[in-house]
């Protein structure tokens, strides 16, 4: 607990330092922009270590998988509850109760703060992928807090 | 492993963003303090939890001795090594291998960048002591990498 409580607290503390500090007329895109950036890079470290003693994966479904079960489970303490995928590339993750948005208070006024509360995630998923060879891109999407669904498409080379 | 690895990381990314964001002539003292002030409002969230079923503290030195122990120990897997007082409001906690400074090289010369890698925790930890009723003021120093000496002081209300 006490970890997830770190993580918790420091993930408002940058979304708020970094909210405020990018000004101007795009702001949000831009805050959203740099967090997804911050988190692809902590991604990129965390599937390093992550993935140390682990056999190479099958396939692209495979990694998603993995991602959906280890990946998760370390960061956020639970496993993804839902994993489709057309078979042509694209997999939807669906995460029943995100623990980066329990905070936020259900009411749809906050809808349009969430993005906000998932691009550093977006990025950690992007990163993850990218370093085990899946090249992405990641969106997220809120119907009904605290549920939300990160969308990866994956980038043929 | 895996949460020390996401603190790791994220914390290195802050420290990143936030150094390259505040630019002018003050720069690292600016980033310094920003970085203090994330540390504090971290540190007042985390005591909170921390001690929600801790019985009341006896003294000045029995919070002291919680930080040292059960606070390092959920923050950075490790207790502080060397608790000392001079029995007037200055207490000097020892970490003799501090975990944020363990990426860092040992060379010298980049002992001048330390100051923005304790930062965040000089803030954790006054941040934690002020919601345990304890004003202070928290410096940190390094002597040898990645040994570093944090310093509480006291405010007498």
């Not at 607290?9 to 740099?34: D, M, T, W």
């Amino acid at each position: 607990m006490a970890d997830e409580a770190l993580f918790q607290f420091l993930h408002s503390e940058i979304i708020q330092y970094v909210n405020g500090a990018e000004s101007g007329e795009s702001e949000i895109g831009r805050c959203v922009s740099k967090l997804e950036n911050m988190g692809f890079r902590v991604g990129q470290g965390l599937i390093e270590r992550f993935t140390k003693d682990t056999p190479r994966f099958k396939d692209e479904l495979d990694v998603l998988k993995f991602i959906c079960k280890d990946f998760w489970t370390s960061v956020f303490k639970k496993q993804i509850d839902n994993l489709r995928t057309n078979h042509q590339g694209i997999y939807v993750l669906q995460d029943n109760k995100f623990r980066l948005l329990t905070q936020l208070s259900a009411g749809k006024q906050h809808l349009e703060h969430a993005p906000k509360f998932l691009a550093l995630t977006c990025g950690l998923v992007r990163g993850a992928l990218s370093n085990l060879g899946v090249k992405s891109i990641v969106t997220a999407e809120v119907s009904v807090m605290p549920a939300c669904k990160f969308q990866v498409m994956i980038q043929k080379m």
